[in-house]
Each structure stands twice: as C-alpha cells, then as structure tokens.
C-alpha cells in the first residue's frame, strides 16, 4: 500500500539547511496498522505531509496507494484520507457542513455526501451533532470530526498525526475504539504517527521507530521488545533455589539469573515461550513452583536502548523541527 | 474546477452571510467619511477653483467604493492564515479538487462581498445625501469594486501564503495601503491644478488613481471619457497579474 525509498526532505531555515528527513526506506502492506513512534521533531509529520502530497520531498521516492507520489499526486489526493495533527475544521462551521464539503471536494454528488455524513456521524459517535458549530464541540467530538473528515470519500489507505495529542485519557481510549472498529469493518489501511508509547503498543501492529529523521528500528510491539531486552521472569520455588536457578541458565537465552532467598530471577527472549519449559524441568526434579511473574520490557525500554535516551525525556525537549513546518 | 471553485464560494459566503459583522465593520469606515468629511467636501468643491467636478458627491462615493473593495480585498489574506492555522487549507489541499478552485471560490467570495459593501454605500449616498448620478454609472462603480476586490484578494491571498505570520501580514498591509490610498486621490483628487508637480507625478504612476478616476469618470455618466478607458485597462491588467500570482501559490507544492 505504501513503498517509500529514500525519502528526504531538507529546510533551510535561516540559510542553515536541516535534514528533518533524512532518506527513510519502509513499506506498508494492505491492511495493516502502522504506527510511526518518535518523540517531537524526529520527522513524523514531515514524512507525513511529504506522503499525503502536502510536500514536496527533496529527494528519494515513494508510491502512495498505488500512485507515485511526484508522477501522480492527484492519484494519491483520490486514494488517501488524512487527519492532520492540528485538526482540521473551522470554528464557525457546522458539522454536517463540514463533511458534506469535504465530500464533495471528493467528487460526490450532494446526495451521496448527505448520505455518506450521515452514516459517518453514526459510526464515529457524532450523530445529532449536525448543526453543531465545530467551536462548541468537545476535544474527543472535534477529533472524531477530523476523522470523519479524512473518511468522506471512504478511502483503503489513511493516515492519522498524532490522532490523540492533547486529549483525556477517556477520550483517547474511545478513538482507539473507534480507530481499531473502522479497521476491522472496512479493512482499511491505517498509517498513524505517535508520541505516546501506549498508543503504539496497543493500537499498532507494527511500528516504526524513528528518531532525527530516520528510522531506528522496525517490528511488531512485541518483537522489539523482546529483540531489544527481553522479559524479566521471577519465580518463586518452595525449595532448593539453587537447583532451579541452575535450570533457568540452561534456557535458551537466559541470562542474568540472580537467586535470592526462594526468588529466582532471570532475563529471557521470549518469557511466556520459555516458561512452560522451565516447568517440566522443575517438575522434572521434583522442584514445586510457587508463583512467577512475567515482567515485559516496555516500548520505552526499546528506545532507550535504541538511542540512548527516553522517549519521555525528549519529549519535554522543545519541538524544534515540528515548529519550523509552518516556516 | 467550476464546481469546486463553486463548492468553494458556497462555503466561505455561507460563513460571511451567518455572522454579517464584515458587512458593518466594511460599511463603518466609508459611512463616516461620508457624514464626517461629505459636508466639508461640498464647500471644498464650491471653493476650489479648478476642480474636477462641481459635484462632492460623485467625486466622495466612487473614491470611498474604491476604498472600501480595496481594504476588504486586501486584508482577504488574513482570514486565509486563520484558516492555514487551525488546519482547514491543508485539509482542502489534501483533497484532489483542483487548487486553483480553492483560490477562485474564494477570491469571487470577496468580490461579492466588496459588491456588497459598494451597494450599500450607493443606497446610503441616494437616500441621505443628494448624490446625481447615472445608474449605468453606479452600476460600472459596483464592477469596478468587483474585479478590484479580485485583484487584491488574490494578490493577499498569495502574499499571505508566502509570508505565513498572522503578526506580520497586517502590519504589513497597512504600511503598503496607506500610501498607496494617499497617492490615489481617494479623499482630494490629485489633479495637475492641485498637486504639486512631482505629488503629481507619482499619483500617476499609482494604478490605483487611474481606478478611482474610472469610478469618478463612471459617477459623472461620461463612459466615453479616456480616464474610464485607462482605469478599466489598468484594473484588468491588476487581476490577471494577481490572479497568475495567487494561482501559482496556491499550487505550489509545499505552500
């Protein structure tokens, strides 16, 4: 659904010229929900407008729902929805006015638009909000609008920037809801990017990293976890620690097995996978379990490790690059 | 692109007609250059040997229509970086209707609404004021305030593209605009009798005298008069510039 290689794009920002993106390669598969995780400046949004044809790449190339994206941007605009980071309505408009336009910049004729606003507002909790002026809607309603709004012309491919930056915990879970129904119905392809790594664990299938314009890491949730820590497992054994302790470093990957008191602790790839194995050892012995836990290493783990720093800590960084968008 | 530029105009007008205050705040400043500075004009006029006309009111009212299409076009550009801030040009542009549309619906949004504002005044003028002129005159003022609304929007809608700072732009406006207003012959016209030969010289170098003399020429019902003809050429040639210059903003790519 989406091939990009090398894409690039430099600002020059008071004749100093700034690689926000710096030749990124990655591909989308029909269907799947990727996330793009990175703290502020690392090169989402600019990806993001360089992909949905609100600008130009100054290098590399990229095909958008089976269109180029430079041969063929009006292609792209006809196959693509897109909800920008900074909403997208107008204060003083009211919401069935607002699709209904959008829709019809698409293409539909009036009485599809009213029909397609309709069954929009329905599915995205909006209905009986038509006459609403955008400005009187809550964060979580205006966010679902832009939404809607990206879905008029009920395109196979959309991309969401920061879907849920700025609101309530609530109101984020219920776009998540919201984001993984329509996916499911509709099948449709949805490229979204993010700060939050709660965001990326649970509503992505696959993320991509990215960290000053490029592209750190790549696999599913669980997979960089795993790829990049592994899972801390601590079991409780009634008796003989020592003997369990030798079990768990015969593991495969094991490491760092640590015994305190009836406390045995360990690091493995894959915890769940590995557990049931220690089991018929221990059982094997006659050792009796008591209890475990499985401790997974967090995506803030993952880019720690990745780039030396916390996702949380460059977040509070200021957003140099993402403010230079508008310049 | 009809129908976008149609779909277009249909919005930003929908908006201008559900909160009307552009339509006073338009009309304020030309009203009270009307009652404020109309009476002192009339005895300006009695007084000032070698003035173009003897009558205040048909040098006044095509000067303030001419005013008021150009201060309402050209501060276009600031509703459009209201607009760019809050996400709706980025939504329109991420659509495939065609760009230039986005411009045109808008650019005719504004000319309706100077046509307007231009009514109006001419309402007012006949009504409160013994204004004597051709309605074939008054209705060539009210295209003249149209296309010059089309010339400054446009052109304000691309300035305000380039530059991007909501800060910037109006400042910027104004500093152009008053000179431009000044040198125009909007309140006095800038006549060889008057002026002092180098004011003079430069007042003719401003396309906008020869727009104001065309409304002037228009009021008096002399439609053969070669000022008409200057002033409508000039109007022209001003929309088309401006309308070449938005249309390329607005479809360059990363504006």
């Keep these: 659904m989406i091939t990009v290689r090398g894409l690039a794009r430099q600002f020059t920002v008071r004749g100093r010229t700034v690689d926000a993106v710096k030749g990124i390669d990655f591909d989308v598969a029909a269907g799947e929900l990727v996330g793009f995780l990175g703290p502020n400046g690392a090169g989402k949004t600019t990806t993001l407008r360089m992909l949905t044809t609100l600008l130009r790449p100054t290098g590399g190339t990229a095909t958008v729902g089976g269109c180029d994206l430079l041969t063929d941007p009006q292609g792209v605009r006809r196959r693509i929805g897109y909800v920008a980071q900074g909403g997208s309505t107008w204060p003083d408009s009211r919401v069935a006015e607002e699709i209904e336009l959008q829709a019809r910049l698409y293409g539909l004729s009036r009485a599809d638009a009213r029909r397609r606003g309709t069954l929009l507002a329905e599915q995205l909790d909006l209905a009986g909000l038509d006459q609403r002026p955008a400005k009187t809607l809550s964060g979580g309603q205006r966010r679902r609008l832009d939404i809607a709004l990206g879905l008029v012309h009920d395109p196979a491919l959309v991309f969401l920037d920061e879907p849920t930056s700025g609101l309530d915990p609530q109101s984020r879970a219920n776009l998540w809801e919201h984001v993984r129904r329509m996916r499911a119905e509709q099948g449709m392809t949805v490229f979204l990017t993010t700060h939050y790594l709660d965001e990326a664990d649970s509503l992505c299938d696959r993320i991509l990293v990215?960290?000053?314009?490029?592209?750190?890491?790549?696999?599913?949730?669980?997979?960089?976890?795993?790829?990049?820590?592994?899972?801390?497992?601590?079991?409780?054994?009634?008796?003989?620690?020592?003997?369990?302790?030798?079990?768990?470093?015969?593991?495969?990957?094991?490491?760092?097995?640590?015994?305190?008191?009836?406390?045995?602790?360990?690091?493995?790839?894959?915890?769940?996978?590995?557990?049931?194995?220690?089991?018929?050892?221990?059982?094997?012995?006659?050792?009796?379990?008591?209890?475990?836990?499985?401790?997974?290493?967090?995506?803030?783990?993952?880019?720690?490790?990745?780039?030396?720093?916390?996702?949380?800590?460059?977040?509070?960084?200021?957003?140099?690059?993402?403010?230079?968008?508008?310049? | 692109m009809l129908r976008d530029t149609g779909l277009i105009f249909t919005r930003d007008m929908r908006l201008a007609l559900r909160s009307p205050t552009w339509l006073l705040i338009g009309i304020m400043q030309p009203l009270l250059y009307l009652f404020l500075f109309g009476p002192l004009m009339v005895t300006v006029v009695d007084n000032t040997p070698g003035f173009p006309s003897d009558d205040a009111w048909t040098v006044l009212t095509p000067a303030l229509i001419v005013q008021t299409a150009l201060?309402?076009?050209?501060?276009?550009?600031?509703?459009?970086?209201?607009?760019?801030?809050?996400?709706?040009?980025?939504?329109?542009?991420?659509?495939?209707?065609?760009?230039?549309?986005?411009?045109?619906?808008?650019?005719?949004?504004?000319?309706?609404?100077?046509?307007?504002?231009?009514?109006?005044?001419?309402?007012?003028?006949?009504?409160?004021?013994?204004?004597?002129?051709?309605?074939?005159?008054?209705?060539?003022?009210?295209?003249?305030?149209?296309?010059?609304?089309?010339?400054?929007?446009?052109?304000?809608y691309a300035l305000a593209l380039i530059l991007k700072s909501e800060a910037a732009f109006p400042s910027l406006m104004n500093m152009v605009l008053l000179p431009l207003l000044l040198l125009s012959g909007v309140l006095l016209p800038v006549t060889r009798e008057l002026a002092p030969g180098w004011l003079y010289a430069l007042a003719r170098i401003n396309p906008l005298t020869h727009v104001v003399d065309a409304g002037r020429a228009a009021f008096r019902g002399d439609l053969s008069s070669t000022g008409l003809l200057t002033g409508c050429l000039v109007l022209v040639v001003m929309a088309a510039l401006a309308l070449v210059w938005g249309t390329r903003t607005f479809q360059k790519e990363n504006a």
Excluded: C
């Design chain 1, 210 to 327: 990215t960290d000053h314009g490029t592209i750190v890491a790549e696999g599913t949730p669980d997979e960089l976890k795993a790829r990049v820590t592994g899972d801390a497992v601590a079991v409780d054994v009634a008796d003989r620690a020592a003997e369990a302790a030798e079990l768990a470093e015969q593991l495969p990957g094991a490491e760092e097995v640590t015994v305190a008191q009836d406390t045995v602790r360990f690091r493995v790839p894959r915890g769940d996978s590995a557990l049931p194995e220690l089991l018929r050892a221990l059982d094997g012995r006659g050792i009796l379990m008591t209890s475990v836990q499985i401790n997974r290493p967090t995506l803030d783990d993952v880019f720690l490790s990745l780039t030396g720093r916390s996702l949380r800590d460059s977040e509070a960084a200021p957003p140099a690059m993402e403010a230079t968008h508008a310049a």
């Design chain 2, 71 to 156: 201060f309402s076009g050209s501060f276009a550009g600031v509703g459009l970086l209201t607009e760019y801030r809050v996400g709706v040009v980025d939504r329109f542009r991420g659509t495939p209707a065609s760009r230039s549309a986005l411009l045109f619906g808008k650019v005719l949004a504004q000319a309706v609404q100077a046509v307007a504002q231009s009514t109006l005044i001419v309402v007012v003028t006949l009504l409160v004021f013994d204004l004597d002129a051709p309605l074939s005159g008054m209705l060539l003022s009210l295209a003249i305030a149209a296309v010059l609304a089309i010339s400054l929007s446009s052109g304000s």
